[in-house]
């Protein structure tokens, strides 16, 4: 029963995620589109650096086949020395949300404005510089206390505790950042991607359903790690969630349709407009309708549930009797084996004495006569 709309609606979502992830000439920098906006950012804390040399890079929302799924931010080591990482970000364009990959370059480029905390506050990186080939860190937004670190220095963030944990620009309820000069200049300038390890670190965060949106409703218990990958030891979870994430159809705005790309004349406004209403109101039918085939999912999971329960408590009072039972059949072969003992132990003492050479007779003795006429006792 839910089987079958459940394999629809996750076979239709794979082969619409595999045809907008095919290679598009005009979005070289892209890697892949969505339909539906990427939740809050988390709120976490950062575990303590594990030692000199490593940088912080913050944790993002990635995409797979069962949605969005959280990417723990961790500690690690650049590819080289002087560069710096620039995190991805989702954006808006012709209603779909596209994500734009991060990469390493000697300066911060554009990241969509998104305060990722952590020296991240939306517009360059403020947690640390290199200096002579070493790496100076910002002890205001870097847990660096822990490791004797002495290439440190302080400096405030103004942006840095932001409320805001919107997690993509442009679109509704988007942010509105635009790139400076700088940041457009540095990204026509070399740049190297992501490292082996850090994709083997998003590969895996893919595979873990306690990450995925849906499972932990934007409060992932993998929030950050100490090393790329250590998802088992020294992981953060998060303390709290961002904001609501969108799981269900009903959890869906009412569709609205974008502004055209230019105004109808007169006589077609008519048809424009009867237009758009029917275009709508098929929309909102086709979310009343997916909204009420979740509901009857849940309905039937909530089934499941319960007879998953109920069998399980059967099973409970069941192994209570056997182990009832069990207990019951040890009391009596102890009982059986006490009896069985006390026999062989009663029967050897008569067969021993069945065996004793009979005692020597004694000699007569007078008997005196008994009182009131009774027969004569031996003394």
Request: overall charge neutral; aromatic content about 10%.
């Amino acid at each position: 029963m839910i089987k079958t709309p459940v394999a629809a609606l996750l076979m239709a979502a794979s082969l619409a995620l595999g045809a907008l992830m095919s290679p598009t000439p005009a979005l070289a920098q892209i890697e892949l589109t969505v339909m539906i906006a990427p939740p809050p950012l988390p709120v976490y804390e950062q575990p303590p650096i594990p030692g000199p040399g490593f940088l912080w890079v913050p944790g993002y929302w990635g995409y797979g086949p069962y949605g969005y799924f959280w990417v723990p931010g961790t500690w690690l080591e650049p590819p080289q020395v002087g560069l710096l990482w620039t995190p991805g970000y989702w954006g808006w364009s012709e209603g779909f949300y596209v994500w734009s990959p991060g990469f390493w370059a000697p300066q911060v480029g554009y990241y969509g404005g998104v305060n990722y905390g952590f020296g991240y506050p939306g517009h360059g990186y403020w947690g640390g510089e290199w200096r002579d080939n070493r790496f100076w860190y910002n002890r205001e937004v870097n847990n660096v206390t822990n490791v004797n670190i002495t290439n440190v220095y302080n400096k405030t963030v103004v942006n840095e505790t932001t409320v805001n944990r919107v997690s993509y620009v442009g679109g509704p309820g988007g942010l509105t950042a635009q790139p400076t000069a700088e940041e457009q200049r540095v990204a026509h300038e070399h740049r190297v991607p992501a490292t082996s390890v850090q994709v083997q670190h998003r590969e895996s965060a893919a595979t873990r359903p306690e990450l995925v949106a849906s499972v932990n409703h934007g409060k992932p218990q993998i929030a950050a790690t100490t090393r790329p990958g250590a998802f088992d030891s020294h992981a953060v979870s998060a303390s709290r969630a961002g904001g609501p994430v969108t799981v269900h159809a009903q959890d869906l705005p009412k569709p609205q349709a974008p502004p055209p790309a230019s105004k109808p004349v007169a006589s077609q406004a008519p048809d424009y407009q009867r237009q758009e209403a029917e275009l709508q109101a098929r929309h909102q039918q086709e979310r009343e309708q997916l909204s009420q085939m979740q509901q009857r999912d849940h309905a039937y999971m909530s089934q499941q549930n319960a007879n998953a329960q109920a069998q399980a408590r059967a099973q409970a009072q069941a192994q209570a009797r056997a182990q009832a039972q069990a207990q019951a059949q040890a009391q009596m072969e102890h009982q059986h084996y006490q009896q069985t003992q006390f026999l062989q132990q009663r029967q050897a003492a008569e067969m021993q004495a069945a065996h004793a050479p009979a005692p020597h007779a004694a000699p007569p003795q007078h008997a005196e006569p008994p009182p009131h006429g009774e027969p004569p006792r031996p003394k």
